[in-house]
């Protein structure tokens, strides 16, 4: 069973900042694009950001500019660094392994980690 390990959630102010963190195998991790996605009580898991193992990013529209994605091919890691957080941002982030197109949309596979709560006070 592949496993993906986040880290880095936490309770944090309004306009303060986190950067979550997740370990991939080194045999996903090379071949995948991998994304960070979201999920707030209440409400569908969404994708926050994506990135190919050639380095292209994309972002939802919501954390645009406020978000950054990135990945360390050595440490078989990618990152998210988040900046200027919202009580709005306050959910359980998952890593995912999946795959994007030229077009930019990331599609996810099955590989998913077991998520980390970042929740954000006003």
């Known amino acids: 069973q592949v496993q993906l390990v986040e880290s880095g959630g936490g309770l944090v102010q309004a306009g303060g900042s986190l950067r979550l963190s997740c370990v991939a195998p080194?045999?996903?991790?090379?071949?995948?694009?991998m994304g960070w996605y979201r999920q707030a009580p209440g409400k569908q898991r969404e994708l926050v950001a994506g990135?190919?193992?050639?380095?292209?990013?994309n972002y939802a529209a919501s954390v645009k500019g406020r978000f950054t994605i990135s990945r360390d091919t050595a440490k078989n890691t990618v990152y998210l660094q988040m900046n200027s957080l919202k009580p709005e941002d306050t959910a359980v982030y998952y890593c995912?392994?999946?795959?994007?197109?030229?077009?930019?949309?990331?599609?996810?596979?099955?590989?998913w980690g077991q998520g980390t709560q970042v929740t954000v006070s006003s």
């Open positions: 995912n392994a999946g795959f994007m197109s030229r077009g930019g949309t990331y599609y996810s596979t099955n590989y």
């Open positions: 080194g045999s996903i991790f090379s071949v995948n694009a």
């Open positions: 990135i190919t193992n050639g380095f292209r990013t």
